[in-house]
Every structure is written in C-alpha cells, then in structure tokens.
C-alpha cells in the first residue's frame, strides 16, 4: 500500500518561528499536495508539486512556501508562524489525477501557533 | 473555482438506517472521488468515477456519478457505528488539482 508519512502528529510553536513541516511517500508519485483543514472551511489547497523542484501555488499560498528537493519528500515552511496558522496540516501524493487515481494522504500534523 | 456543495452537511441516524449523501458542482468533471476521514486522521479513498451514470458498490456503500458528471451520490444501506465519519467529495477538472466539498459529518448512533 502507498504509504504518506508526516513528521509529526502535534505540533506547539510559537509566534514569529520558522516551522517546517515534512512529508515523505514511498511510491514514486509524481504528484504531492499540502492542505489545511479547518471547521467550516473544508480543505484548503496551499500548494503543489508535479515534479522534483516544481512547485504551484494553490488557493492560500500567503505566509507559506514549499521545498521539493526530492521526489519523495516534500516540505511545507511557515516562514513566520501565526496564530491564524493554528490548523491540521494533511500531505496528501498522486499517481495521476487525469486518470482518477485520487489521493493518498498522511495522517495529518495539528499545528498549534502560540 | 469550482465549487462544490454537499447535502446535508450533518446527519445523524440510528444503526440500520439508509442515507444518501449528495455532492453538487455546476462544474463538469472528468473524474469524482469520495474519502472518508476518521478524527484526528487523513481521508482514505473510497472510490473514483469517471464515466457519466456510472454505478459503483463497495459493500453497503453504493456510489453514483450523474450523466452529465457535475454530480454524484453516495447511499449507505443498513449504516453501522463503524461508517461513523467525515465523507468528502473531490472533483478533478484537468487542472492538476482536485476541488473538494465542505464534507458531510455522518454520526451512526447503536
């Protein structure tokens, strides 16, 4: 089975501080994706990467930006932590959206900003 | 955006009752899935569909794609405290990116 692991389950971080968030898929997928999930707000892209190095923006880019060094792994950074930043956090990889492959996503990390 | 809308967004029901969950977009799609997320976990893929009036069962669960692929259907025959959850729709238009729903929250009770 596909397997999406994120770093760290929780997470309490305080205002102004440099978050990285880890992902890493052992599938060879091309495709990977970073979400927030908020009541009343439903997912929310923040960004993706179809490849190694690439990256676009999603719907809610501001405050966040993205590292894809490897095919495998690809990080979200909080540049400067905020409390609006209090959220779950959900990786998600695909093999091919165009062909209705869908989503494999990790287990989610629930930032704390303080 | 694309949006798309689920009905209702909350529904509470006793053990052996059916429910149908709806998911509506004015947007056509080439391919539809639905997840169902457990708190404090990531959404697991149920299933795709990705031909008009397509039918698809997976045991209690029977999925729907409308004929003209702007909507689909979820119905639970029979629901168990074990389908207990958060389902969510997404829609894929091409755009190398899924649009998802706002989700239905589904509380099974015994």
């Known amino acids: 089975d596909v397997k999406v692991t994120q770093s760290s389950r929780y997470l309490v971080k305080r205002t102004g501080e440099k978050v990285f968030l880890e992902c890493v898929q052992d599938m060879d997928h091309e495709n990977m994706f970073w979400y927030r999930q908020d009541p009343g707000l439903g997912l929310r892209l923040i960004y993706f990467s179809y490849d190694v190095k690439m990256k676009e923006k999603g719907d809610i880019p501001e405050g966040y930006s993205v590292s894809r060094e490897k095919k495998e792994r690809f990080s979200l950074i909080l540049e400067s932590a905020s409390t609006n930043q209090t959220s779950m956090y959900l990786c998600?990889?695909?093999?091919?959206?165009?062909?209705?492959?869908?989503?494999?996503f990790g287990s989610g990390t629930r930032l704390t900003v303080v | 955006t694309q949006l798309l809308e689920q009905s209702p967004q909350f529904l509470s029901i006793q053990e052996g009752e059916n429910l149908t969950v709806y998911c509506n977009s004015s947007?056509?799609?080439?391919?539809l899935q639905w997840y169902r997320q457990e708190p404090g976990e990531g959404p697991v893929l149920l299933v795709t569909v990705v031909t008009g009036g397509e039918v698809k069962k997976l045991k209690r669960l029977t999925f729907q794609f409308g004929d003209a692929r702007k909507d689909s259907s979820l119905h639970i025959t029979a629901a168990q405290p074990g389908d207990t959850g958060l389902y969510l729709c997404?829609?894929?238009?091409?755009?190398?990116?899924?649009?998802f729903g706002d989700g239905t929250t589904l509380t099974v009770k015994p």
């Open positions: 947007s056509v799609f080439s391919s």
């Open positions: 998600a990889s695909s093999l091919h959206l165009g062909r209705g492959y869908g989503y494999t």
């Open positions: 997404a829609g894929y238009t091409n755009a190398g990116k899924s649009t």
